[in-house]
């Protein structure tokens, strides 16, 4: 089992950036893919992006390709979302994932989720 908790959420002005971290509990945190949805009110949860075990291979939402970046660091148990050129349209509150078998690129795939950080873009 691994329990997981985002930071880095907050209120920023279109155009700016946030970097969202999630640490993970445990001694595998390489035995799990990780993912980062996002969910804003009356919406369901979307997903964003997702890293593979290794790092090796990353994964998006078209229309945050270019813009985000996950990354993550096994050694630390930690995964990481680089958010650039933010929109109003990407205020929710992003939701840490982790998943064994599959990449969690919907939630449905997820093993393990984080209580979520509120990201805000005021325009």
């Known amino acids: 089992q691994v329990q997981l908790v985002e930071s880095g959420g907050g209120l920023v002005q279109a155009g700016g950036s946030l970097r969202l971290s999630c640490a993970a509990s445990?001694?595998?945190?390489?035995?799990?893919?990780m993912g980062w949805f996002r969910q804003a009110p009356g919406k369901e949860r979307e997903f964003v992006a997702a890293?593979?075990?290794?790092?090796?291979?990353?994964y998006y939402q078209d229309s945050v390709r270019g813009r985000f970046t996950i990354s993550r660091d096994n050694a630390k148990s930690t995964v990481h979302l680089q958010m650039n050129s933010l929109k109003p349209e990407d205020t929710a509150v992003y939701y840490c994932?982790?998943?064994?078998?599959?990449?969690?690129?919907?939630?449905?795939?997820?093993?393990?989720w984080g209580q979520g950080t509120q990201v805000t873009v005021s325009s």
């Open positions: 890293i593979r075990w290794s790092g090796g291979r990353t």
């Open positions: 445990g001694r595998t945190f390489s035995s799990y893919a």
């Open positions: 994932a982790a998943a064994r078998s599959r990449v969690p690129q919907t939630p449905s795939l997820s093993d393990y």
